[in-house]
């Protein structure tokens, strides 16, 4: 059976000193690279938050203020500090995660009104972003996933993965929450579970 490792945003911006800083993000990072050494993955695939300035999902682009909630094109958009901002140092990948064997790149939150927290597609679900037809092409089955954060874009991943036809399983310790919300990462967990995902310790 073949396997895809699947890295989530593992940006600067979602790291320690970024503008969305995950708390604890880097640790993430040595796990993940020891994941790829010790395992033979059929493909590594790494995606990208990658905004234009403006993006809707940025407090400043609606003059909210950062924690604010908004319908965004009938669905709630909970409003961000400006990150992942195409061809700045924040969205860059971590310096420290190894890409030696990434095999491909998905980039999202391309389109200015929309944002898209799943690596498959967009949060009103109008496009795709080629990461099923990437997979299905390349015939895994399984998908392993880990990167940040745990209760956005890497549950919205999972979650997608499993309705996607995946099997599909988190590396509980090769991600970290954002937390903005209490209990958020504890509850992102049951749901991921409740929709399939299984979680590895
Ligand atoms: C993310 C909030 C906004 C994530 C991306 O990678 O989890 N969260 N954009
Ligand atoms: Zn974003």
Same mark, same amino acid.
């Given at each position: ?94 310096? $420290? ?24 597609? $967009? ?15 390349? $015939? ?62």
């Amino acid at each position: 059976m073949k396997k895809a490792l699947i890295i989530v945003d593992v940006q600067n911006d979602f790291c320690e000193g970024g503008a969305l800083a995950v708390p604890g993000a880097s640790e993430i990072i040595p796990y993940i690279n020891l994941l790829m050494e010790e395992n033979e993955y059929d493909q590594v695939v790494l995606t990208q938050d990658w905004h234009p300035a403006g993006h809707k999902s940025f407090a400043s682009s609606n003059g909210r203020k950062v924690g604010e909630s908004i319908i965004l094109n009938g669905v709630p958009q909970f409003m961000w500090p400006d990150h992942c901002i195409q061809g700045t140092f924040g969205a860059e990948f971590h310096k $420290d995660l190894n890409r030696d064997k990434v095999t491909h790149i998905i980039q999202k939150g391309k389109n200015i009104e929309i944002d898209s927290y799943s690596g498959f597609q $967009d949060n009103n679900h109008f496009m795709k972003t080629g990461l099923d037809d990437f997979l299905k092409y390349h $015939d895994i089955q399984l998908v392993e996933i880990v990167g940040l954060a745990l209760d956005y874009c890497v549950k919205f991943t999972a979650q997608d993965a499993v309705a996607n036809g995946y099997i599909t399983c988190l590396h509980f310790n090769g991600t970290r929450a954002v937390n903005v919300k209490p209990d958020n990462a504890r509850d992102a967990i049951y749901e991921m579970i409740e929709k399939g995902v299984t979680v590895l310790g």
